[in-house]
């Protein structure tokens, strides 16, 4: 049993509107890898974020080595020995790597000039105990992605971290690159290197988890040291076993396929394919859930689906019509329809009103001769606002007097009204509350109902029983399952969403 | 929701939104203070030739406005206007003074007026593709394509008459050109062309911003481009048009310009773009897009106009009226961020 050097203790973090977080145990082994595990939104970043700096916590105490210690800031943490690696990558690409790492704390002589040889002898020792030969003076910008990781846990190393937080560091990161990470990970914990691990790939954390912990919905569900440890636990105590909402079954029977892909592939970063030959079909009056982890593919399957990815190669059939060099204009017109995943960014527009949003996709239906005609609009918008129970003051209200889940649901509306045949919804409960999300689920078993072919995806397992008949699951930019609802387990889920393309199904 | 959670204290609230229509109303505020601080300090400025006057002094900043509005809706803004207006104005004069010379037949074409007008027109609009191409196609800064084409279209003004004026634009009878000084001097009813000329295209404008589908996707590219072109909407083609839009204003503008001289000089419209961005936003329309009226360009363009004028008529010297309008400028853009402000905040 190794010592533990840091533990907070009853954390419990407000934010306004809700708790993230509600007394939380947490503590941190020396020369260990801690691990952190919860499904989106359990927590676990606010956890990080407390320990970091970022974020003060509402109530609650954290002790190191014995002293209570609290963490005003993020300098302030690294200071006391606290380093961590967003899951993001925070580096600035036009600068070398020994600007990176130095960044905000230059080594200056007479606190003005900054001691370049001094910081190029530091990177390069900090390079020699990563084993990289990362040229000190080379761009990040010209870096992989791995390379770059490398260069931001070095970052946290300059300080002398002894306790490093890793959030997701592996996303990114290719099969080799993963291999040089945990040789690293190794090596920090020799040198008595506290770890704190984050990850949804479970096979990854059982290879070099030390201590578990589960949240689960801002609480701690479970502690366990290694041996106590299986992948079925892990499930079992991330998702829990409440339901989400009351599924409905389907009204009608699912028709012939409408939507077919074939062999559809598309480059990713560096060498991998973000899309990887992929052959699938989708059926009206079904609901299928695409399940997977970030950068799983599923985003960019969505958008090379809808004319958004140039590079794309495969066929898209609608109806048998190929869908390949059509623009988005095309694809929307022929009934195709995408709703994004980030609603603020990509699905509205803030300076028009609900019922502009609303009507943005589809203003040819309503516009006569050349004008917009405000007899033929306003009827179309109020019976879509009716029929999404969207609570809003009427149409002409600002776009952001809206909650989340109505914007969401005004996002939804836009394309209904395009009156397509097949809805592309990404991750469509994102950032809205369990009572618009049964609201935003009944919709789309409706619009299932109505005949519509409906494909969301989701990172959230729970959700995929949710609604769906059928579930897809996917890796590395390939399906890796395809399961009738019912026949699907969380743990074949699971196992599925982190399968290496090697074992991956055709 | 917002009317619930702030009952509470509705006297505060009453006097906020109060507050906020007339800051709304500012721009309109402004144009009726500065007319009446005119009307009792300037002897002769209330009087139906000055307001003819003036009008048409504005209509000329006023119709580059009306385009600057469009391509700053989008996001983007247009510096080559200016130029635009110099280098259509020597297109229609030289056509008028020396023809179209087609070396290769050996004989000179020239023109009838509204065949030089229509030519004029379309090189503006043209110009006005280019930069649109350039922002779109190719990627380049909408402040450095057109700041490349005010250049490109100096120069070619310049190179048009070597430097020179084309003068005395009035036609001659065996060509059968005769008529251009109409546009610019002429009368209907009274009322001067180049004024009917602004109400008309502000009135399209307005309806084309407003009430058509093309005006609210102009809305729509500069409030969230993204949200645009997944809902469909040509981002591309809608921002090619709003610099054509501003390219055909701009020529216009040349055309009035040339004709109420019944002269064209290279160097006419120099920093023309700047007073008509000023138009646009002292009407309230806001430099990063998505916000902002035809209607408010026009009478921040008469804001302008007014206020220049009237201080010529006081006898205020140059100099003078630059700094002021300057900082009439920059009160206006701080009164937009009060009204912001303060209308998020009523909004909680």
Known sequence: MSQVVFSAKGITKAFPGTLALQDVDFEVHAGAVNVLIGENGAGKSTLMKILAGVEQPTLGTMTMEGNSVRFDSIRDAASKGIGIVFQELNLCPNLSVTENIFLGRDITKAGIHIDRAAQTRRTAELMGRLEHDIDPSALVGDLMIGEQQIVEIAKALAEDARILIMDEPTSALSASEVEVLFKVIGELKRAGVAIIYISHRLEELIRIGDYFTVLRDGRLAATAARENVTIPWIIEKMLGSEEVVAKRPPAIQAGPPILSVDHLSLPGRGHALALDNLSVSFRPGEITAIYGLLGAGRTELFESLYGLRPNARGSVRLDGVELAGHSVNRRMKSGLLLVPEDRQRDGLVQNLSVGGNLGLASLRRFTRYFSISKAHEAPLLEQIIKQLHIKTAGADAPITSLSGGNQQKVVIGKSLLTEPRVLLLDEPSRGIDIGAKAEVFSTMRDLADQGLCIVYTTSDLKETHAVADRILVMAYGRITADLRAEEASDEALVRASTLKPETALA | ?348
């Open chain 2, 1 to 348: 929701m917002s009317t619930a959670s702030s009952s509470p204290a509705p006297r505060a609230n009453s006097n906020a939104s109060a507050l906020l229509l007339l800051l709304k109303l500012r721009t309109f505020i402004a144009l009726i203070v500065v007319t009446l601080f005119f009307a009792l300090m300037a002897p002769n400025f209330v009087s139906v030739a000055n307001a003819i006057i003036i009008s048409k002094h504005v209509a000329i900043n006023a119709i580059l406005a009306i385009g600057m509005t469009y391509v700053i809706l989008t996001g983007g803004i247009d510096l080559s206007v200016g130029s635009i207006v110099g280098l259509t104005g020597m297109v229609a004069g030289g056509l008028l003074a020396h023809g179209l010379q087609l070396p290769m037949l050996g004989i000179i074409v020239y023109p009838n007026v509204l065949e030089v007008v229509a030519i004029a027109l379309l090189v503006g609009t043209a110009i006005g593709a280019i930069n649109g191409l350039l922002v779109t196609k190719l990627g380049v800064a909408p402040f450095i394509a057109t700041l490349g084409t005010l250049y490109v279209a100096r120069g070619a003004a310049l190179l048009l008459s070597g430097g020179s004026t084309f003068s005395n634009l009035v036609g001659k009878e065996e060509l059968g050109n005769q008529g251009y000084p109409i546009i610019g001097s002429g009368n209907v009813l009274g009322i001067p062309v180049s004024i009917i000329i602004l109400i008309v295209l502000a009135l399209v404008a307005a309806y084309v911003a407003q009430r058509t589908p093309f005006g609210r996707k102009v809305y729509a590219v500069g409030g969230n481009e993204r949200a645009a072109a997944l809902s469909g909407v040509r981002v591309d083609r809608i921002k090619i048009a709003v610099y054509m839009i501003s390219g055909f204003c701009a020529a216009v503008v040349g055309l009035i310009v040339s004709s109420q001289l019944v002269a064209s000089h290279p160097a006419s419209g120099e920093t023309f773009e700047l007073n008509a961005i000023a138009a646009a936003v002292l009407g309230g329309t806001s430099l990063s897009g998505g916000r902002g009226l035809i209607g408010g360009t026009i009478i921040g363009a008469f804001v302008i106009g007014v206020l220049s004028d009237g201080l010529v008529m006081m006898g205020v010297s140059e100099f003078w009226q630059m700094v002021i309008k300057g900082l009439v400028i920059i009160a206006a853009v701080v009164l937009d961020q009060l009204q912001r402000r303060l209308a998020a905040n009523t909004r909680q």
